[in-house]
């Protein structure tokens, strides 16, 4: 598939975020590594944060979206279900310094927090609806309840992971899913 302008500008703001950060990604810098003009720029895009969702979209809600929807008739358990999210992230195409980059970017920033918590959302509800199906299925009381907390957890798991392996350099990603799993699937039960 041939990229676009607009590609080309998602990618060299991803390099830039994934090694300075969000607030050292300026625009200006943005053009340079893009090697684009600021009406290129600004004719994808209205501002910064709208570059840095198409980032984090690109980055982390795209590859959970497309792992969850290919998926979406299976009942997966919730260990299955962070195994699927963590193939998704980490097949190699994302460095996990990339999502940190990303969240202390929202911290500073509350639209953005707002924006990329939105998008995260939709990925949450996703995982919700696919949890209730496999605990209904294993006549859990409160299905529905019981999912969006191990949803909440699932996604704290990967997040801790994505952290962990971002920070550690010893970080052992095979055994912490491993553990993580096996934890999920214990509140699972009925």
Wanted: charged share 20%; hydrophobic share 50%.
């Amino acid at each position: 598939m041939r990229s676009t302008k607009r590609d080309e500008i998602v990618a060299a703001a991803t390099e830039l975020i994934r090694s300075d950060g969000v607030r050292a990604a300026s625009i200006a810098k943005i053009i340079a590594a893009s090697g684009s003009s600021a009406g290129s720029v600004y004719h994808h895009f209205g501002s910064k944060n709208d570059i840095v969702l198409a980032v984090a979209r690109r980055a982390l809600v795209e590859p959970l979206e497309a792992a969850l929807a290919a998926h979406q008739d299976e009942a997966l358990s919730p260990g299955d279900l962070l195994r699927l999210m963590a193939g998704a992230v980490l097949d190699g195409t994302l460095h996990s310094s990339l999502i940190v980059q990303l969240w202390a970017g929202a911290a500073d920033e509350p639209q953005l927090a707002s924006i990329i918590r939105d998008q995260m959302e939709g990925v949450r509800e996703r995982t919700t609806g696919g949890l209730a199906v496999y605990l209904r299925a294993r006549g859990v009381q409160d299905a529905e309840g019981r999912a969006t907390v191990i949803a909440m957890l699932t996604m704290g798991q990967m997040m801790g992971m994505l952290a962990q392996r971002t920070l550690l350099a010893e970080f052992d990603v095979a055994a912490y899913l491993d553990v993580a799993a096996t934890m999920l699937d214990g509140l699972a039960t009925a």
